[in-house]
T-cell receptor
Framework: AQSVTQLDSQVPVFEEAPVELRCNYS??????LFWYVQYPNQGLQLLLK??????LVKGINGFEAEFNKSQTSFHLRKPSVHISDTAEYFC????????????FGTGTRLTIIP | DAGVIQSPRHEVTEMGQEVTLRCKPISGHDYLFWYRQTMMRGLELLIYFNNNVPIDDSGMPEDRFSAKMPNASFSTLKIQPSEPRDSAVYFC????????????????FGPGTRLTVL
């Protein structure tokens, strides 16, 4: 069965500093990987996803993530954060040819310090 | 499109009462998912439907929970009787599911229903 680990429950970062949110997955087969963002009092929305091809995936709002198969990781990065990036970020995984379920990590709360 | 619509946005009820949460998915989407979010357990998938048919309800906590999708534009999640431990934010999401691999789809989430059971 697939699983996702987000090691950092909270990450405080100064405005305009870079940030990396970590995600590791476990699966017996190849996977599809997703990052979703949840702004306060809202539903989740997709930031980016990796399906195949280039391991560097670019998403909305200046975020990008790199798929590393050998390390089973899919870390999310942004070179310079803004106050508006304050939100909770969820990594998720699904399996090709499996069911259509997404398995979510426990989330990382990103707090931007002015 | 207006996106996924959920109602009510907030619900406060007393223990033992029946609670019905409603969801209207994005038109044309074949998949509908119900999630529950709590501080303790994070985001949990409760049940999902494909073309109005329940596919996997293994996440439904117990018999007090039931979900229906009578047509492509409407789904309900019912809790009867409700208990304080059911307090959570309940999300509905939909996805197109019209490609070769539905597991690649983006899920579109509604704004959620915040349920408080006293």
């Amino acid at each position: 069965a697939q699983s996702v680990t987000q090691l950092d429950s909270q990450v405080p970062v100064f405005e305009e500093a870079p940030v990396e949110l970590r995600c590791n997955y476990s699966s017996s087969v190849s996977v599809y990987l997703f990052w979703y963002v949840q702004y306060p009092n809202q539903g989740l929305q997709l930031l980016l996803k990796y399906l195949s091809g280039s391991t560097l995936v670019k998403g909305i709002n200046g975020f990008e993530a790199e798929f590393n198969k050998s390390q089973t990781s899919f870390h999310l990065r942004k070179p310079s954060v803004h106050i508006s990036d304050t939100a909770e970020y969820f990594c998720a995984v699904s399996e090709p040819f499996g069911n259509e379920k997404l398995t979510f990590g426990t989330g990382t709360r990103l707090t931007i310090i002015p | 499109d207006a996106g996924v619509i959920q109602s009510p946005r907030h619900e406060v009820t007393e223990m033992g009462q029946e609670v019905t949460l409603r969801c209207k998915p994005i038109s044309g989407h074949d998949y509908l998912f119900w999630y529950r979010q709590t501080m303790m357990r994070g985001l949990e998938l409760l049940i999902y439907f494909n073309n109005n048919v329940p596919i996997d309800d293994s996440g439904m906590p117990e018999d007090r929970f039931s979900a229906k999708m009578p047509n492509a534009s409407f789904s309900t999640l019912k809790i009867q009787p409700s208990e304080p431990r059911d307090s959570a934010v309940y999300f509905c999401a939909s996805s197109p599911g019209q490609g070769l691999a539905p597991s690649t789809d983006t899920q579109y989430f509604g704004p959620g229903t915040r349920l408080t059971v006293l």
